[in-house]
């Protein structure tokens, strides 16, 4: 099975599920719209290392990915509420500084995305941008958009799909 046909097989498999994906998440993490970040993660995790897999039971590996990407959720959360430490000095803070080639290689696909994000239909570039840009949550864009929930996570996933398809074609 070609890698396009195999995207369009996960994203059928996600819709299929995605509301009971949510349930699960949202009593994993006491949080609707924790659920819909982690939903949307577990997803992308799925379209970067599930391709090329052979899947005993689509669902069950679905819902372990979700599983997851919730507790690495939940750890980056209790990481985050630690870092704070006021005896820390600058100097004992490693540096984040990429080097050349990492950043060379950042511009080059960050360029890509840009490309790939202007490609978009105007509502899916508009709704993708106040998602992953402005960091509005999924219920806060329909609100100001005035579309449902489902239709926002349809628009992100369409574009999501869409970016990875031009980073991979970018990257041969």
Do not use: W
Not at 78 to 94: F, Q
Not at 99 to 115: F, I, N, P
Not at 146 to 156: D, L
């Amino acid at each position: 099975m070609d890698v396009g046909a195999q995207e369009l097989e996960l994203e059928d498999l996600y819709l299929r599920h995605h509301a009971d994906l949510r349930r699960f998440l949202a009593r994993r993490l006491r949080c609707e719209e924790k659920a819909a970040d982690v939903a949307q993660e577990a997803f992308l995790r799925l379209l970067r290392f599930a391709p090329g897999r052979t899947m005993d039971n689509a669902r069950a590996y679905l819902f372990q990915v979700a599983a997851n990407a919730a507790r690495d959720s939940l750890a980056r959360e209790r990481t985050r509420d630690g870092l704070v430490d006021e005896e820390a000095s600058p100097e004992a803070v490693p540096s984040g500084d990429p080097d050349l080639e990492a950043a060379a290689s950042a511009r080059e696909r960050l360029h890509l995305v840009a490309k790939a994000v202007e490609e978009l239909p105007p509502r899916c570039r508009e709704v993708f941008l106040m998602s992953r840009l402005d960091g509005l949550r999924h219920g806060e864009i329909a609100e100001r958009l005035g579309i449902s929930r489902n239709m926002v996570e349809k628009h992100v996933i369409k574009a999501m799909l869409h970016c990875r398809r031009r980073l991979n074609a970018g990257s041969d």
